[in-house]
């Protein structure tokens, strides 16, 4: 599967992004989706995710709150909706896409990942 994220930008802290994931194949619907982010000068972290039928999510304790995850499998398509946002939350964020059962924060439960998109968030 390819992925394709997009959405990202500059804003202000307090403004909203929502950043999209277009996924190719047929098989989206058989894969758990996530987001990471990498902060300058930091290892790529897990912000959220979000099982194949969209009926369970996960979010980072630092975006409890303000992130929201979801899924349109008919779309072919994952969202992050990222509110009340915060200079801390610059970073190139990366969809990924993973068939384990494994820890949902571990990059090594996903098999595919994006080429990621910019957030920058200017206090």
């Known amino acids: 599967v390819q992925l394709q994220a997009s959405g990202g930008g500059l804003v202000q802290a307090g403004d909203s992004l929502r950043l999209s994931c277009a996924a190719s194949?047929?098989?989206?619907?058989?894969?758990?989706m996530g987001w990471f982010r990498r902060a300058p000068g930091k290892e790529r972290e897990a912000v959220a995710a979000i099982s194949r039928s969209g009926g369970s999510t996960y979010l980072a304790d630092s975006v409890k709150g303000r992130f929201t995850i979801s899924r349109d499998n008919a779309k072919n398509a994952v969202y992050l909706q990222m509110n009340s946002l915060k200079p801390e939350d610059t970073a190139v964020y990366y969809c990924?896409?993973?068939?384990?059962?494994?820890?949902?924060?571990?990059?090594?439960?996903?098999?595919?990942w994006g080429q990621g998109t910019l957030v920058t968030v200017s206090s």
């Open positions: 194949g047929r098989t989206f619907s058989t894969y758990r």
């Open positions: 990924a896409a993973g068939w384990s059962g494994s820890n949902w924060y571990r990059l090594q439960a996903y098999d595919y």
